[in-house]
């Protein structure tokens, strides 16, 4: 059921799909058909660490899939002005929007005035000195004030990675679309075979010959501190994007009610287990003051994720060369 309620709530998005999320159920749009991407895509950290579970632009995927048509504005710091007239002064009359962040001048957040972080939350109206909004990753619904909101909008230049600020929101739904089921069946499985990725990302591997390539480079990254107490830990984010997407396969299959899908959609649901106890594990290993003894270990947990990724790669070629399935899906 679509909701109103001030604060959406889901442990297997990040705040910018809980954002999106709310704003769409806001518009009274379901969305358990609208996060679907399992993939694995990783690029070395030399390169610039990339690790996730998405391989297609979300915008243009759910423009092509759902109907979904989401419009994004980028503000470079020369542009904050830009930005924050946009906020305040170019509110939609109807629907909420997604504006980017640092937490660090967040006053109702955990970090605030302690770490910096890019952010998403949603405004749901403004006023002249201040904006009402709903954090949905941080359980806040309340005003924040135009000071508060264009110091944590500086800050994302200063103090974060990003080199722009994001004003997003739903143009346009196409209700009458559908997801062609066969069809991502079929990007996954070949994504796991690995098929790059479909937009550009130089020296990135995909599928099951990437869960090798990660396993090495972790464990380097183990060999490498002499310290111990990986707290910088870089893995654990990216293992658990992989772990979620799983999940929002779980979550896409089960609600078409097609008994022939229920093996696939369990093998989603392992994947997600194992991931997450991958991710958990190199969470353990970051804080351990030995994680030299935790190596073999840590090896044998890669193994044993890519040998439940093989078996979900088995299970999406059945699925996807299954008449009986293609039929009831396509009827």
Not at 140 to 166: C, F, I, Q, W
Not at 174 to 191: F, M, R
Request: charged share 25%; hydrophobic share 35%; proline share 4%.
């Amino acid at each position: 059921m679509a909701t109103a309620a001030p604060i959406y709530r889901n442990n297997y998005l990040n705040c910018s799909q809980l954002t999106i999320a709310a704003m769409l159920l806001r518009k009274g749009i379901e969305i358990d058909r609208v996060w679907r991407q399992a993939g694995l895509v990783y690029r070395p950290e030399d390169q610039g660490f990339v690790l996730i579970g998405s391989f297609k632009h979300f915008r243009e995927d759910i423009l092509h899939h759902n109907g979904i048509h989401l419009e994004e504005i980028f503000y470079t710091e020369e542009e904050l002005d830009l930005y924050i007239n946009r906020v305040f002064k170019q509110h939609p009359s109807a629907g909420t929007v997604s504006v980017s962040l640092d937490i660090f001048e967040l006053p109702y957040c955990p970090f605030y005035e302690r770490e910096h972080g890019y952010h998403t939350l949603e405004v749901l109206e403004v006023n002249d000195d201040h904006a009402v909004v709903s954090d949905h990753a941080y359980s806040y619904h309340g005003t924040l004030s135009k000071d508060h909101l264009m110091k944590a909008a500086r800050s994302v230049y200063e103090h974060t990675p990003r080199t722009e600020n994001r004003y997003k929101w739903i143009k346009h739904v196409e209700l009458q679309k559908e997801p062609d089921v066969l069809v991502i069946l079929k990007e996954h499985a070949a994504i796991l075979e690995g098929a790059p990725p479909h937009f550009d990302l130089p020296g990135a591997v995909t599928g099951l010959g990437a869960i090798s390539v990660i396993q090495k480079d972790y464990i380097d990254s183990i060999k490498d501190n002499e310290n111990g107490n990986l707290l910088d830990n870089v893995y654990f984010e990216g293992l658990k994007d992989v772990a979620n997407s799983r999940k929002h396969m779980v979550t896409f299959l089960s609600s078409y009610e097609n008994e022939l899908l229920h093996p696939l959609i369990q093998a989603f649901e392992d994947a997600y287990q194992s991931w997450t106890v991958l991710a958990n594990f190199t969470a353990r290993v970051g804080l351990s003051k030995n994680p030299r003894s935790m190596i073999d270990r840590t090896a044998n947990r890669f193994q044993k994720t890519l040998e439940v990724e093989t078996r979900l790669l088995t299970e999406l070629k059945e699925v996807i060369q299954n008449e009986d399935l293609s039929n009831s899906l396509s009827s």
